[in-house]
């Protein structure tokens, strides 16, 4: 499984599947079928549109594509995405709010590298950009990345982490969204013990499996069902010939990808037959809540096999960071270091990625950190994706971050702008509003 050709093999199909659903289009739309009054056709060039535009989505990077911010006054202020700090392996980038004075709150949005990239949280940006000055890490897609710029396992993800906040400084307010949770709070601890002045203000770890043993689901099983060669021999490949990354080890994207759709097949295959049947009636759109979703969740990134390996290994099997055993260059990480640092934890009830009373976790091993700043909340009937970019977050989660955020501060902000609720972020997916239902695995 580990060889340039299965790599191949996979982008081999995928453009065939893309040329296949280019080719059904093009001769479905044929002029002289519309002489023929049959539906086959119609479903036809149907079937073609959504088949071409699913599989080239799978090797293209979304933008951002963030709407202006109105302001008081009602003027617009465009929104310019732009890397603060360039690294191999990704990037500190600020979303810079033209004619805008500095906000009060500076937030840093710490992405999963986890098969989809920081886009997906393209709603909580745009939801967080009216009260925020926003940061986020834009990891780079491991195949694009050539052999010589070394290795990026979990330790170098917290060093980058550690950079990242060390940049931007104490005013930061730190929000780690699933699979970096435990590493955010790593990093938080690294700067405890090496910089304490260069420490967050507050860090909100939200969904993140702080502790997978503390309920199990399908991911943590997964994990544990699986030895380590097992999940190398059968996950890892070599990126192939036609990317920059040629001979890179890693997990590949088409392969996370498969099982992010195996494991709701029912549903994604309910959506597509939906659509293509919307498209053969001429009900389709460009802006449709399909296209919105599915461009975002097909586009997916291998990430290098050593930091998912790792992730298996040291977090989920090993559980370094529940246990407080975690390691650095071969320097112990003690959580119980932060002292000065507010936590919060965020869960969803319905979470099936990492269930509830894994993230909370993170507030007893904290035991340096006075009661007082810890907080915690259990949004009821939520499920995943719901608890950092769909209706929950909107309605209720998001309003309890900016007043976590604001109790730190130390002149807090007017009741006011604490409570203003801001535009209402577009919504983005098939589930964005079953929070329940929210499988995106990240």
């Known amino acids: 499984m580990k060889g340039i050709v299965s790599y191949d093999a996979m982008e081999t199909i995928r453009n065939t599947n893309e040329w296949l659903g280019a080719s059904a289009r093009a001769l479905g739309s044929y002029p002289a079928f519309a002489l023929i009054p049959h539906p086959a056709f119609k479903l036809m060039s149907a079937w073609g549109r959504v088949t071409e535009r699913s599989f080239s989505r799978m090797v293209i990077k979304p933008d951002w594509e963030i709407p202006p911010i109105v302001s008081e006054d009602g003027q617009d202020h465009v929104v310019y995405p732009e890397p603060v700090v360039r690294r191999d392996f990704g990037d500190l980038v ?32 745009t939801s967080l950009l009216p009260d925020c000055d926003v940061y986020v890490t834009d990891w780079h897609n491991a195949r694009d990345i050539p052999v010589s710029k070394g290795k990026f396992d979990i330790e170098d993800y917290t060093q980058y982490l550690v950079d990242f906040i060390r940049h931007l400084g104490p005013a930061t307010n730190v929000i780690a969204i699933c699979q970096p949770a435990p590493l955010a709070l790593a990093a938080t601890a690294l700067l405890a013990e090496e910089d304490p002045g260069a420490q967050p203000r507050s860090l909100i770890l939200i969904g993140g499996p702080i502790d997978p043993d503390a309920q199990a689901t399908e991911v943590t099983d997964f994990g544990n069902r699986m030895t380590m060669g097992e999940l190398d021999y059968l996950m890892i490949q070599q990126v192939g010939f036609k990317y920059r ?150 309605l209720n989660i998001r309003p309890l971050v900016l007043d976590f955020i604001d109790e730190q501060l130390s002149t807090p902000a007017a009741p006011a702008r604490r409570r203003r609720s801001g535009p209402k972020p577009v919504d983005c997916g098939l589930t964005v509003d079953n929070d329940s239902d929210g499988k995106i695995a990240v």
């Open 94 to 125: 600020h979303f810079r709010v033209a004619r805008r004075d500095p906000m009060q709150r500076k937030v840093l949005l710490v992405a999963p590298m986890s098969g989809h990239y920081a886009t997906l949280l393209r709603t909580t940006v």
């Open 245 to 394: 990354g040629a001979g890179r080890m890693v997990y590949p994207g088409l392969a996370q990808l498969s099982s992010f759709i195996a494991m709701n097949a029912g549903t994604h295959a309910k959506a597509f037959l939906d659509k293509i049947y919307a498209e053969a009636r001429g009900e389709g759109s460009e802006g449709d809540k399909h296209y919105k979703f599915y461009d975002e969740y097909l586009a997916v990134m291998d990430m290098t096999a050593e930091f998912y390996l790792s992730t298996v290994e040291r977090i989920f099997k090993g559980l370094e960071i529940a246990q407080n055993r975690f390691t650095v260059n071969g320097r112990r990480v003690d959580i119980a270091k932060i002292t000065d640092v507010a936590v919060m934890t965020v869960e969803g009830a319905n979470d099936d990625i990492s269930a509830p009373g894994q993230c909370v976790a993170a507030l007893d091993l904290c035991s340096g950190i006075p009661p007082e700043k810890k907080q915690q909340h259990l949004e009821p009937g939520a499920g995943h994706y719901g608890i950092f970019a769909g209706k929950s977050w909107r």
